[in-house]
């Protein structure tokens, strides 16, 4: 098993790098054939020779590695085709730019964008078939992974669904309640199976079973419980002969606070003056289309339970709270007018929230604020709810790059811990650079089913005793 893992792993990454390769060689053609011989005669003394060309060469693959391992466009049998395809482009876009501004202070001016636009076309064009082959390649070396379920009291269709929605990478083959004993299950696992997933059992027999797992090297798929995601974020001292796991009381040091505030004034700045046309223009347009406001406040909680207005575009009807009674949206939500639903698809709406950024009421990356009512519905049922607002809330944040609108609440509180209890300022800029891709994904904008509508008064009820 060991050995088949690692010839998939050079596999993936020998396509990956072939695929960096290509790309990078249509760069080094328009190079050589058309920017180097411009610079070259400037006669402002800037000439380069082999070493040069060989270090430019090498600063754009290792920028393409970075971006591309960024975005996950690397993630060959990880991700969906789409999504690799669709990380790639982002992955081109930014090192392109990157290179053209590099290029352009070799110049000393703007130098023609043209050249790169055709290199950029091309890279597309082998990207995507190298996005086909990489897929064919894997699905026909790598079946998908025969795994067991093991699952206690909660319901398990929605995570078979999750699974089911990626058949090409996984198969529950069958599924095990905990009731029926650890040692038939530890009989069945031993089987023929390539993993297993544990799914919502008693810290003592998902224990038991991740140990017979791991003796074995057969692999496990654990969907954390909170405590685990804090565990996971703790510092490993050692104060004494044996290993000491620190969760701390605080989420961020005061030097990582003085940062991020830092990365929000410039940026929250530097972005209202770029999206200045887009927000007038959208103003305009709301405003013309039902005479109503183009903006509208709502009451929303940050870090502490603190309580600010949120400034966005009005995306609904004027009067879609008219009875007082706080709703997510839903899909196929009828209080979204024609320019809301455009303008949320593409984010727009959510542009105002830069003069709260500017505020110091938000942060650009962290937990989604929620309205209080909302807030008051989800901890009747997740008490840890409110671990979430151990952060300042943010424009964008880990829920919402790795989850989606609709992800439940219990689900979003477990990636917010994630971020809260792992925080660096790299991660910030991670984050934001991902929050880019996340744009274009219309599933990150779905509103929540009716059937989970009705659902979030009931769901997670044993979680509170985890």
């Known amino acids: 098993m060991r050995r088949k893992e690692s010839i998939k792993r050079i596999i993936v990454l020998s396509l990956s790098l072939v695929g960096l390769l290509l790309q990078t060689g249509v760069y080094a053609y328009s190079w050589f054939e058309y920017y180097a011989p411009i610079i070259d005669n400037l006669g402002n003394g800037i000439r380069l020779y082999y070493n040069g060309h060989i270090l430019l060469m090498g600063i754009y693959f290792i920028l393409l590695s970075v971006f591309s391992r960024t975005y996950g466009s690397l993630k060959i049998g990880y991700l969906k085709p789409f999504d690799v395809f669709f990380s790639q482009i982002f992955s081109l876009l930014a090192v392109n730019i990157v290179s053209y501004f590099q290029m352009s202070l070799m110049n000393v001016g703007l130098i023609s964008v043209y050249p790169l636009l055709v290199v950029f076309a091309l890279q597309l064009v082998i990207v995507a078939m190298m996005t086909y082959f990489n897929n064919w390649v894997y699905r026909r070396l790598f079946p998908p992974r025969k795994m067991l379920l093991v699952y206690g009291e909660r319901p398990i269709e929605d995570i078979l669904d999750k699974f089911s929605s990626r058949k090409d990478r996984y198969k529950i083959a069958k599924c095990v309640n905990i009731s029926e004993g650890i040692e038939a299950i530890m009989a069945e696992i031993t089987s023929s199976y390539g993993a297993v997933v544990l799914w919502d059992i008693s810290t003592h027999d998902r224990n038991r079973l991740l140990k017979f797992c791991y003796s ?37 040091t005061v030097e990582q606070r003085l940062i991020k505030r830092l990365i929000d004034l410039t940026f929250s700045a530097l972005l209202l003056v770029i999206t200045s046309p887009i927000m007038l223009l959208t103003a305009v347009a709301i405003r013309g289309y039902d005479r109503g406001p183009a ?52 984010r727009i709406d959510e542009l105002p929230q830069l003069f709260n950024i500017l505020k110091g009421e938000m942060s650009f990356i962290g937990p989604r604020p929620e309205r209080p009512e909302i807030i008051a519905q989800y901890l009747e049922e997740i008490p840890e709810f409110v671990f979430r607002m151990k952060m300042k809330a943010g424009l964008a944040g880990y ?20 971020y809260i209890e792992n925080y660096t300022i790299w991660l910030d800029l991670k984050l934001m650079l991902l929050t880019m891709k996340i744009l274009f994904k219309p599933e990150s904008t779905e509103g929540i089913g009716e059937e989970q509508v009705t659902a979030i008064k009931n769901e997670e009820q044993e979680n509170h005793d985890q």
């Open 295 to 346: 903006f509208y406040k709502q009451v929303r909680c940050t870090a502490g339970g603190k309580e600010f207005q949120i400034l966005k575009f009005r995306s609904m009807r004027v009067d879609a709270e008219k009875d007082g009674v706080a709703r997510l949206a839903t899909q196929n939500d009828d209080r979204i007018t024609p320019i809301g639903r455009f303008i949320r698809m593409v």
């Open 216 to 252: 074995r090297s057969i692999r496990v798929y654990l969907m954390p419980k909170i405590p685990d995601v804090l565990i996971k974020g703790s510092d490993q001292m050692h104060l004494f002969d044996t290993p000491i796991f620190l969760t701390r009381e605080y989420a961020l």
């Open 399 to 418: 829920a919402q790059v790795y989850g989606k609108y609709n992800t439940t609440p219990y689900d979003k509180l477990k990636l917010d811990l994630s």
